[in-house]
């Protein structure tokens, strides 16, 4: 008899043991998306120097576009008066892709609704600092459009 209270003890253990395990793999299963929402992601350096975009008079005055920067998505602006401006068009946030909006003359991220004015200062929305900023020059040969790395900006 002294023998089946001792099985009985151990087997109690055991779903102690079980149940323990099981709750605290939920708790964690709970907090991990919270934690990975919170906090933004590493950002990987451009490898590349710089991207030529074509001629000027293909920009729009007041529009956007989206153009590849190394293994990274740019995007290069042209507000109304004609002034260019180019940033890593990745969101500061969660790296979700954004966006130029005509109508606002914002850049808009969709995933959260987080919005950055013309020069790329986190205005609205869970961006937590401003896109890291390209350099736009207008070659005067051929009046190409270059976007070039900032010479110790953030990326």
């Known amino acids: 008899m002294a023998e089946k209270k001792s099985d009985n003890v151990s087997r109690r253990k055991f779903l102690d043991f079980l149940l323990g395990g099981s709750a605290i793999s939920v708790i964690v299963g709970a907090i991990y998306p919270v934690f990975r929402y919170l906090t933004p992601p590493e950002q990987e350096t451009a490898v590349v120097s710089s991207v030529n975009l074509g001629v000027s008079s293909n920009f729009k005055p007041n529009s956007g576009q989206i153009f590849r920067f190394g293994k990274k998505p740019g995007i290069i602006i042209r507000d109304r008066e004609g002034k260019f401006r180019a940033f890593f068009a990745t969101c500061t946030h969660l790296d979700c892709i954004v966006q130029y909006d005509q109508k606002e ?46 010479e110790g900006g953030n990326v």
């Open 105 to 150: 003359e914002s850049i808009w991220c969709a995933c959260h609704n987080g919005r950055y004015d013309i020069n790329g200062t986190n205005i609205s929305g869970p961006p937590p600092k401003p896109l890291p900023q390209l350099k736009v020059n207008i070659l005067p040969e051929g009046d190409e459009v270059v976007v070039t790395h900032i």
